[in-house]
């Protein structure tokens, strides 16, 4: 069974801030792991993907995610925020094809002036 | 754009309606899939289907009825829904067997 955590429904920074977004997950085998964003009134977007290669992810506007296997962690990070990375952002799990995909429950996270 | 095209993005219909969502990819894919996402709540799968075949349906009522006619091409017919049924639906796809899902925009249903 698999299964992804994500701490915090909201998060609000201020622009020009660090952006932290938690992830952690529960995975019998080794997983595969993805962020997504989702802007208002629009489907998810792929930000970044895990695929057991390196452990430093780099996505799409400057976001980037760290495996640790130790930490069963996949946290999302940026390190200056903008306003439009005002979304809802969410963390997933997989451990088989696209069909066995987990998601967390979303963070929503506010940029402020 | 996506390549995968959802419509309506919106639609309001009372109990006793027979409506149909729609949902048209153009990546060559082979798997398409229904996700439910309602607040407070995480994407739910509905269905899956790969190379036109129906390989997962996760107990959804009967009232949600999916056709998919071919690979490019996915429908969503409700009828006599529930009120807690409002949500958006998303639609996705990706090859058979692959790990990346490709996510439309969504159709917001309201059910009144």
């Known amino acids: 069974a698999q299964s992804v955590t994500q701490l915090g429904s909201h998060v609000s920074v201020s622009e020009g801030a660090l952006v932290l977004l938690r992830c952690n997950y529960s995975s019998s085998v080794p997983p595969y792991l993805f962020w997504y964003v989702q802007y208002p009134n629009q489907g998810l977007q792929l930000l970044l993907k895990y695929t057991s290669a390196a452990t430093l992810v780099k996505g799409i506007n400057g976001f980037e995610a760290e495996f640790k296997k130790s930490e069963t962690s996949f946290h999302l990070t940026k390190p200056s925020a903008h306003m439009s990375d005002a979304a809802e952002y969410f963390c997933a799990v997989l451990t088989g094809t696209a069909s066995k995909l987990t998601f967390g429950t979303g963070t929503r996270l506010q940029v402020t002036l | 754009e996506t390549g995968v095209t959802q419509t309506p993005r919106h639609l309001v219909m009372g109990m006793t309606n027979k409506k149909s969502l729609k949902c048209e990819q153009h990546?060559?894919?082979?798997?398409m899939y229904w996700y439910k996402q309602s607040a407070k709540k995480p994407l739910e799968l509905m269905f899956v289907y790969n190379f036109k075949e129906q390989t997962e349906n996760n107990s959804v009522p009967s009232r949600f009825s999916p056709e998919c006619p071919n690979s490019s091409h996915l429908f969503l017919h409700l009828h006599t829904l529930q009120p807690e049924d409002s949500a958006l639906y998303l639609c996705?796809?990706?090859?058979?067997?692959?790990?990346?899902?490709?996510f439309g925009e969504g159709s917001r249903l309201t059910v009144l």
């Open positions: 990546l060559g894919h082979n798997a």
């Open positions: 996705a796809s990706s090859q058979a067997g692959g790990r990346e899902l490709f």
